[in-house]
């Protein structure tokens, strides 16, 4: 059943996503919303950033905050939420390509689907992550290992090829994979090594590569999920993480996986790191925490 009460809904949209590259595919979702009784402030973003900034002008005005785009778009408006500090509940359409915090909260890539669920208004609450305190993440913070496919991947191929585009990018990657000697703290123990892949994470679905098994990972739990892929010296090494990879087995020798409220990386070298599918300089000292319940979204 539909919401009877007559709400103001923030609608951003990111032009460039693979579903909404035509006029009158934005404006059609934008009607979907108006015949069901809604008022409908439209704003496309024009660059990276600017889903923030729209947040922040805007959002006071409105009831409900829609974000239509990918996983990143939706990170620029939950950090513009946060930044506000204040519970406006926010409706997720994807229109990206790969998704992955949509196949976590299970919403529909379909426009029509997904506008729906959150007309139906039944939400939910979700932790999100803190990144050295001055940036936020929806569903991962990563390093090493396919990291830079989803930033370095081209706009127009993602829009052509769909998620085989983020595959082809990564495949690339595999000449250059090294890895990185990194210290990490997390519930009163260290973990040192070699890592070619290193995540915090609060989703089931990883660069649509990696997948967790949805009875492992709860949203708001008040814990991130930490996982840490050492550097593979013997072909049984390799074949474990691809057990891992294929989520049919998470716990052997090659793997660190574990729940945390926060985790303190120590790097030898500065790195860079992927948040939300976007690049983030990282350094060689980083602080990841919880933030229970922070946001509350239609799902």
Same mark, same amino acid.
């Given at each position: 059943m539909l919401m009877k009460d007559k709400k103001r809904i923030l609608l951003i949209i990111n032009p460039i996503a693979g579903k909404l590259s035509t006029k009158a595919s934005r404006f059609r979702m934008a009607e979907l919303f108006r015949k069901n009784g809604y008022? @409908?402030?439209?704003? &496309? !973003?024009?660059?990276?950033?600017?889903?923030?900034?729209l947040v922040l002008e805007h959002a006071l005005d409105n009831d409900i905050i829609v974000?239509?785009?990918?996983?990143? /778009?939706?990170?620029?408006v939950i950090s513009g939420v946060m930044q506000l500090g204040v519970q406006i509940p926010v409706g997720y359409i994807p229109a990206g390509t790969t998704n992955d915090f949509a196949t976590s909260l299970n919403l529909s890539s379909q426009i029509? @689907?997904?506008a729906q669920t959150i007309m139906a208004g039944h939400k939910k609450t979700l932790d999100i992550g803190s990144f050295n305190d001055k940036r936020y993440f929806n569903y991962i913070a990563s390093f090493g290992a396919f990291t830079g496919t989803s930033y370095s991947t081209p706009q &127009? &191929?993602?829009?052509?090829?769909g998620h085989l585009a983020y595959v082809l990018e990564g495949v690339k990657d595999i000449p250059s994979i090294h890895p990185y000697h990194v210290r990490v703290?997390?519930?009163?123990? @260290?973990?040192?090594?070699?890592?070619? %892949?290193?995540?915090v994470s +609060? &989703? !089931?679905? =990883?660069?649509? =590569?990696?997948?967790?098994?949805?009875?492992?990972?709860?949203?708001?739990?008040?814990?991130?999920e930490l996982i840490l892929v050492k550097n593979p010296k013997t072909p049984l090494d390799l074949h474990k993480i691809i057990l891992f990879l294929s989520k049919k087995e +998470?716990?052997?020798?090659? =793997? @660190? %996986?574990?729940? !945390?409220?926060?985790? !303190?990386f120590t790097m030898q070298e500065p790195i860079?790191? /992927?948040?939300?599918?976007?690049?983030?300089?990282g350094g060689t000292s980083i602080k990841i925490k919880n933030i229970p319940n922070a946001i509350t979204i239609f799902a």
């Open positions: 008022e @409908v402030d439209m704003k &496309s !973003t024009k660059a990276k950033g600017h889903a923030t900034q974000c239509c785009g990918g996983d990143g /778009t939706l990170n620029e029509e @689907v997904a &127009s &191929s993602k829009n052509m090829i703290e997390a519930n009163g123990e @260290v973990y040192e090594d070699d890592y070619v %892949f290193g995540a +609060n &989703s !089931t679905s =990883i660069g649509g =590569i990696v997948k967790l098994d949805a009875d492992q990972v709860d949203l708001n739990d008040g814990l991130l +998470n716990n052997n020798d090659t =793997i @660190v %996986f574990l729940k !945390t409220a926060e985790a !303190t860079s790191w /992927t948040i939300d599918g976007e690049y983030e300089p």
